[in-house]
C-alpha cells in the first residue's frame, strides 16, 4: 500500500492531502471493482492517470463515443498541480467539471489547461449487472 500523496491534491476535511490509495489510487488500481463514484473523482482520476501516463486506464474512463484508438504522453511532461473549479451535476446522468491543470513541458516551458469537461454516467461497457460508471465525454471549452 502507498502512502505518497495523490497526485490529484484531494484534501481531507482537515485539509490534509490524502494519500494516493485512499484517493485516485482505488480506482486506477482497481478499476474493474471501484468505478469512480462521481464525475469529480473521474476527473481527479484521470488526471492522476496522466500524472503516471496510464493509457490503459484514460482509455477505459474515456466514453466509445469519442474515445481516441491510441494515446500518447508528450515526454518530458511534468504535471505540477491541479484546481477543480466546480464541479456541477446536471442531472442523474450528465455532469460537468471545470478545472485548471497546471504543467512544465521537456523544455521548462509552464503551461496551464483550462478546461471545462464534459461527463455521462452509463451502464457499464462490459455489461455488468447494475454496475455503473462515469466517463469522459469531451471538453465543452475554458
Known sequence: MS????????ADAKGRPLAYAQCCGRYLD????APAPDAQS???????????????????????????PQLDFEPGVRWLGLEVRSHTLQDDTHAQVEFVARLRDAGG??????EKSRFVREPDASGESGVWRWYYL???GG
Do not use: I, K
Open 3 to 10: 502512502f505518497s500523496t495523490c497526485p490529484c491534491g484531494r
Open 30 to 33: 482497481h478499476f474493474e471493482s
Open 42 to 68: 473521474l476527473m481527479r482520476s484521470r488526471y492522476s492517470a496522466f500524472v503516471r501516463e496510464n493509457a490503459p486506464y484514460l482509455l477505459a474512463t474515456w466514453h466509445a463515443s469519442q474515445r481516441p
Open 109 to 114: 516551458r509552464a503551461s496551464r489547461l483550462h
Open 138 to 140: 469531451d471538453a465543452a
